[in-house]
């Protein structure tokens, strides 16, 4: 199976959809092997887990502000009040960029992601894209600019001056395209774990008060918690050879959806999968992806997810829903991602 250049083309509308699927095709997701491993390689070390531990202190101070904003209310959605604004918060303060562009920037990724979905797409959803695309190479063409004129200390200027094995620099449309990679694959899966995570809590009385107890346990346990309700369950794939999966012919070429979501729940790979268990010790699971297109960023979220999950729940020892579990609705973003609606409670 791959997910190289050909399944990009199912983003082609035509030459009204045009700015959109250069950006695209330059995303790390859709690259062909060979620049695919290159690209790669000359970023991923800004994420290895050593480098992204710098990062800790901005995360803390993040979470801590938007839990003392939550604290003056008495009351929060969790998901507008913290699980939102923090990976967003946290990409544009490692990317050294100004919070008052934030707006814009939420504009566009929103145009951009409801473009990405796939299916047919209305003139407006098409127009929306290409506004987005322009507005993101734009922006992003200028910061790369200041960064080459004054390199800083922040990973837009690390993505600048990253060289491959031949001494190269990443060209101003690839830095595009991974900018706005970061920005669409960095938020919203972020932002959706942290609230589903808050959501198997409150639903697992006992491993919430365990983990109060024991803040410790978040260390191994945010594997067991992401295993247990991700907010992403599917990955595209198109299929390299034919096939037979559990019976079922897949002809070379045919574009499929792999569940991760259900190996994750696996009765083979974990005992009583379908339960919460912060002290499973070690967990694997797929929620990453697996391969060469496996989740650059995981250390980055799972830094995130370590802080913000015990520190919402220290804070605030008798957290609890203000609506029945019944109430809180998990919905499909596209067909890619998870999310809740929204999740209320109080303490
Ligand atoms: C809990 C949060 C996250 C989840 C569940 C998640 C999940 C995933 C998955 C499943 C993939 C593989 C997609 C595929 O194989 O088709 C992926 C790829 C990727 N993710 Fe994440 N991600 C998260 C957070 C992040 C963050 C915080 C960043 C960056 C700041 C990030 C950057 C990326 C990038 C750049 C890729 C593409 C890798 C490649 O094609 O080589 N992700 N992510």
């Given at each position: 199976m791959t997910s190289d250049g050909r399944t990009v083309m199912a983003y082609d509308s035509g030459e009204g959809g045009k700015r959109f699927l250069n950006i695209m095709k330059r995303v790390l997701?859709?690259?062909?092997?060979?620049?695919?491993?290159?690209?790669?390689?000359?970023?991923?070390?800004?994420?290895?887990?050593?480098?992204?531990?710098?990062?800790?202190?901005?995360?803390?101070?993040t979470i801590d502000y938007l839990l003392d904003n939550m604290e003056r209310e008495g009351c929060a959605d969790i998901v507008s009040d913290y699980a939102n604004p923090l990976p967003i918060t946290m990409i544009f303060r490692i990317f050294g960029m100004p919070l008052e562009d934030l707006p814009l920037i939420e504009r566009w990724m929103k145009d951009f992601a409801r473009r990405g979905e796939l299916?047919?797409?209305?003139?407006?959803?098409?127009?929306?894209?290409?506004?987005?695309?322009k507005g993101f190479s734009d922006y992003f063409r200028k910061q790369i600019a200041d960064r080459r004129a004054r390199p800083r200390d922040d990973v837009i200027s690390t993505f600048?001056?990253?060289?491959?094995?031949?001494g190269n620099h990443l060209t101003d449309d690839e830095l595009i395209a991974m900018c706005v990679l970061i920005f669409m694959a960095g938020h919203e899966s972020t932002s959706n774990m942290i609230a589903f995570n808050t959501f198997?809590?409150?639903?697992?009385?006992?491993?919430?008060?365990?983990?109060?107890?024991?803040?410790?346990?978040?260390?191994?346990g945010i594997?067991?918690?992401?295993?247990?309700?991700?907010?992403?369950?599917?990955a595209q794939r198109v299929g390299l050879k034919d096939v037979v999966v559990a019976g079922r012919e897949i002809p070379a070429g045919e574009p499929c959806l792999i569940m991760q979501g259900a190996?994750?729940?696996?009765?083979?790979?974990?005992?009583?999968?379908?339960r919460l268990d912060l002290t499973r010790g070690k967990v694997q699971h797929l929620v990453f992806g697996l391969g060469s297109h496996s989740c650059l960023g995981n250390?980055?979220?799972?830094?995130?997810?370590?802080?913000a999950i015990p520190a919402l729940v220290q804070r605030f020892p008798g957290i609890y829903l203000?609506?029945?579990?019944?109430d809180v609705r998990s919905c499909n973003t596209g067909l890619l991602l998870r999310h809740l609606k929204d999740l209320p409670v109080s303490w």
């Open positions: 997701l859709f690259l062909e092997p060979t620049d695919h491993a290159r690209v790669r390689k000359m970023v991923s070390k800004t994420f290895m887990r050593r480098n992204v531990e710098e990062f800790r202190p901005f995360v803390a101070e299916g047919k797409i209305s003139p407006e959803v098409e127009h929306g894209g290409e506004e987005a695309a600048v001056q990253a060289r491959d094995d031949d198997s809590l409150l639903r697992n009385p006992d491993q919430l008060r365990l983990l109060q107890g024991n803040p410790g346990i978040i260390e191994d594997d067991e918690l992401i295993r247990y309700d991700a907010s992403v369950h599917v190996a994750n729940h696996d009765p083979e790979q974990y005992d009583r999968p379908d250390q980055l979220a799972k830094l995130e997810l370590r802080l203000t609506v029945p579990q019944s």
